[in-house]
């Protein structure tokens, strides 16, 4: 999914063609933050044009994959239900709240994300099923590894604001933001961020977790 | 006998209750410890339980529908809503910015109160974002929970509330073995509250008040005192670490020891019983042998009081009985000593009824220095014929009683009365040196009283009366004889025989008094007229008899004549012994002048003889 956003990414990037950011993000105890979301805003509101976006989240084992994705405002999640088990898909994040009742089989329309920011997916069926789409207002973003590294390519020569989203991520990301210019080769950006506890619903309940 | 009985069962009381209320405590200090691992189980239990429902609720999907979709009102409306359903006493929505999205104790309110922040804030900081307390709200305690509310990402939070009340300590106390329970709010602040309590309303009061000044400490094991019964207690957190809200488990030690104080009314009963047995054997017993020894001990003080008819009454057939028997067997025994010696005195002289009684009386004597007194009536035969047997004695018994004192008032002792003459005797049984003057004078005031007792006989018409005394001092035998049946003390010897026989020549010398050379040589610087030198009858040896006079009887040329006649008459100078007595005849007339010129006229006749020695043979008595 990642490449695939990658992809396009390239794709459309191609009049600046130039620029490439290499963001890190640590916690404050400087260990890496894997799963955060590092996105990079124009300043200049040169953003290059995006065409139809397409994601899928799929329900495997009573759980959603993956448990993140990242897309530009405007695209589309399809989600698909492999489980042979019904399920209730809902967000009630604000302004892309959305619900799709129960439902097994058959493949549901898709969900518009039309506006940015953090959607939280849940299933009212099983408590514990939880995953995000982190709906962008920019093409430009790129997803840590293992290391806390993300790699931001493509990225026509400008200013740019760039901010990190994770899941434990205590306060907002603005607080985070940095801004950075873009020329020729790669400009490397480091992110410390304060984390707080998730909490799981149903945590303790691990009996009832395998037999729904 | 009583008050030991009374000892030794108080004693094993004592013990026994010691030992059953030690057990009671043990017993109930082991129950507790279980009980408060019960109760914390019990507790947490709940609290899990009350979880479950809070978690329950805050999944619901309409709740999270609403709070993703509804206005503040319609929040409000489903918390209401959601608080029936699981029927808990109050029910808040709080946003993550700890806005307050719904409060069902105070509709409209968006602020927490800081008494819930604690709480909230331990929820935010956990990993799962739940948090428990016992808390009081409005001043009312609460058992709360909270829960986040996922829609699907935590977006709030959810507070229930459970009154905590009677009837939760009333279930606590069924789930604990029917342990007392007391659940206190707020030991750490101002206000502490009795949240609830399973004691009842008057001694649940007496708790609250006692607590103000005597706080429970955590895990204290005391025992205090409600409705003035002891309880035994343990305090316990309501939470791990809370030190503020506790609960106080409380075991009655009577209803503990119920069956013992049944043992222990039934031990009462016996120990009462055995008590008035007790009594009653005493009370016997005081009656056979208490109340008799104090009737002997009052008749024993008598008999040292010299009460000697004491006699004591126990009309008893047991050893007390004999023993009272014993008693006035002795008393008896006494009373006719004590009268026997009563009448000895009489009898005898006192001196002598002491003397026979001090020691053992056996017979024979011990030779002792005495002076022995012979008085007579002059022609008491002659007087006595022309007399009644009723005027004899009591002319006798007169005199004799006269005489009597006379002789004991000088130490002497009358040692019997032969008809109308007595025998006394003057250093016996008590030694007295001066027993020879004591006689002598004795005698002088025996003539002397004479003029008064005749003077008495004139007024009873009685013939008037002489006496002559003889005297002699010597050795003489002195003690009991006779046979042991019948005994007289007295004293015997030749020194007795001659005062006998001096007694006799009163009458022929016309002298009232007649002592023996030895009497006078044992009364120095008494004054005497010598009378005659003799040998009495049934005596080879010679002694000079004399007459004592009073200081004023005679002058001293009156004696020196005298003696100077005697001289003459023992010289043989019959001439000059006769011019010397007829001068004495007229100028101090005595019998003895007449008697020694008949001598003379006799020896003028009949001349001794030379180498006569001047000693007069009596052959008469």
């Known amino acids: 999914m990642r490449t695939l956003t990658l992809v396009f990414c390239i794709l459309l990037a191609l009049p600046g063609w130039s620029g490439e950011l290499r963001a890190t993000v640590v916690n404050d105890k400087g260990e890496a933050v894997a799963e955060a979301v590092v996105y990079a805003r124009s300043t200049q509101g040169t953003t290059a044009a995006v065409g139809m976006q397409r994601a899928t989240i799929d329900q495997v084992d009573k759980e959603f994959v993956p448990a993140l994705t990242v897309v530009y405002q405007g695209a589309e999640v399809s989600f698909p239900n492999n489980d042979n088990i019904r399920h209730h898909v809902y967000s009630f994040s604000r302004g892309n709240a959305f619900e799709i009742p129960l439902y097994a089989d058959q493949a549901a329309a898709p969900v518009t994300f039309a506006n940015p920011g953090v959607v939280a997916l849940g299933c009212n069926v099983h408590d514990w099923m939880s995953a995000y789409v982190f709906v962008a207002d920019t093409p430009y973003f790129d997803v840590t590894d293992a290391a806390g590294s993300a790699t931001l390519t493509a990225l026509p020569a400008g200013e740019y604001e760039v901010e990190v989203w994770h899941v434990s991520l205590r306060g907002k990301p603005e607080k985070l933001r940095q801004t950075v210019a873009i020329e020729e080769g790669p400009v490397a950006l480091n992110f410390s961020i304060k984390q707080k506890r998730v909490w799981k619903a149903w945590r303790g309940s691990s009996e009832f977790e395998e037999g729904y | ?621």
């Not at chain 2, 005497?528 to 010679?542: A, N």
């Open chain 2, 1 to 621: 006998m009583v008050g030991l009985l009374l000892a030794a069962l108080g004693l094993v009381f004592y013990a026994v209750n010691r030992a059953s209320i030690d057990n009671a405590m043990e017993r109930i200090n082991s129950d507790l410890d279980i009980t408060a691992q019960a109760f914390s189980r019990v507790l947490e239990a709940r609290i899990q339980n009350l979880l479950e429902r809070a978690r329950f609720l805050s999944s619901d999907h309409a709740y999270r529908q609403i709070y993703g979709f509804g206005e503040r009102e319609d929040l409000e409306l489903v918390t209401f809503n959601h608080q029936r359903r699981i029927g808990a006493d109050m029910m808040m929505l709080i946003s993550m910015d700890e806005e307050v999205l719904a409060d069902t104790l105070h509709p409209g309110n968006v602020e927490m109160s800081a008494s819930l922040e604690d709480f909230v804030y331990r929820a935010f900081d956990s990993d799962d974002g739940e948090a428990t307390a016992m808390l009081r709200v409005d001043g009312i305690p609460y058992q709360l929970v909270v829960v986040p509310l996922y829609a699907p990402d935590p977006v709030a939070m959810v507070v229930v509330g459970f009154r905590v009340d009677e009837e939760l300590v009333s279930e606590l106390k069924e789930d604990t073995n029917f342990t007392d329970v007391s659940l206190l709010f707020g030991l750490e602040e101002s206000v502490t509250t009795t949240a609830a309590c399973t004691l009842g309303p008057a001694l649940c009061e007496e708790q609250a008040v006692q607590l103000i000044t005597r706080p429970p400490r955590i895990g204290e094991q005391e025992t205090r005192r409600l409705g003035g019964e002891p309880y035994v207690t343990r305090v316990l957190p309501l939470q791990e670490g809370d030190r503020n809200n506790v609960a106080i488990l409380q075991r009655s030690l009577n209803a503990e020891l119920a069956s013992y104080f049944r043992l222990r009314n039934i031990l009462f009963l016996i120990f009462g019983g055995s008590v008035v047995l007790s009594v009653i054997g005493g009370s016997v017993l005081s009656g056979t042998v208490t109340r008799p020894v104090a009737v002997l001990t009052e008749g024993a003080r008598r008999i040292a009081r010299g009460e000697y008819d004491a006699s004591v009454d126990i009309p008893q057939r047991d050893e007390m009985g004999r023993l009272a028997n014993t008693f006035n067997d002795m008393a008896r025994g006494l009373q006719e000593r004590d009268q026997v010696r009563n009448l000895l005195g009489k009898v005898v002289s006192p001196q002598i009824a002491d003397e026979l009684l001090k020691k053992d009386i056996e017979l024979g004597g011990e030779e002792v220095e005495a002076s022995i007194l012979f008085s007579d009536i002059r022609g008491f035969t002659n007087i006595s014929e022309a007399m009644s047997p009723q005027q004899v004695i009591q002319m006798l018994n007169h005199y004799l009683t006269e005489m009597n004192n006379i002789i004991e008032s000088h130490r002497g002792v009358v040692d019997k009365y032969i008809g109308d003459a007595v025998m006394a005797i003057f250093g016996a049984p008590l030694p007295d040196p001066e027993s020879p003057i004591n006689a002598v004078r004795s005698a002088l005031e025996m003539q002397s009283a004479m003029s008064a007792i005749n003077r008495k006989f004139r007024d009873w018409n009685i013939p008037e009366i002489e006496i002559g005394i003889g005297i002699n001092t010597g050795t003489v035998v002195a003690g009991n004889m006779g046979s042991m049946s019948r005994l007289n003390y007295t004293v015997l010897g030749d020194a007795v025989n001659l005062a006998s026989r001096l007694e006799g020549l009163c009458k022929l010398y016309g002298t009232p008094v007649i002592i023996s050379e030895f009497t006078r040589a044992a009364c120095p610087g008494l004054k005497c007229m010598e009378l005659d030198r003799v040998t009495v009858k049934g005596k080879s040896e010679p002694v000079s008899l004399f007459q004592p006079l009073a200081e004023n009887a005679a002058d001293e040329a009156t004696l020196q004549r005298h003696q100077e006649a005697l001289q003459a008459y023992r010289d043989q100078d019959w001439p000059l012994a006769m011019r010397l007595l007829s001068s004495l005849q007229e100028t101090a007339p005595r019998p003895v002048y007449q008697l020694y010129q008949d001598r003379i006229n006799h020896f003028t006749l009949n001349p001794p003889g030379p180498g006569w020695d001047g000693v007069f043979v009596l052959n008469t008595k």
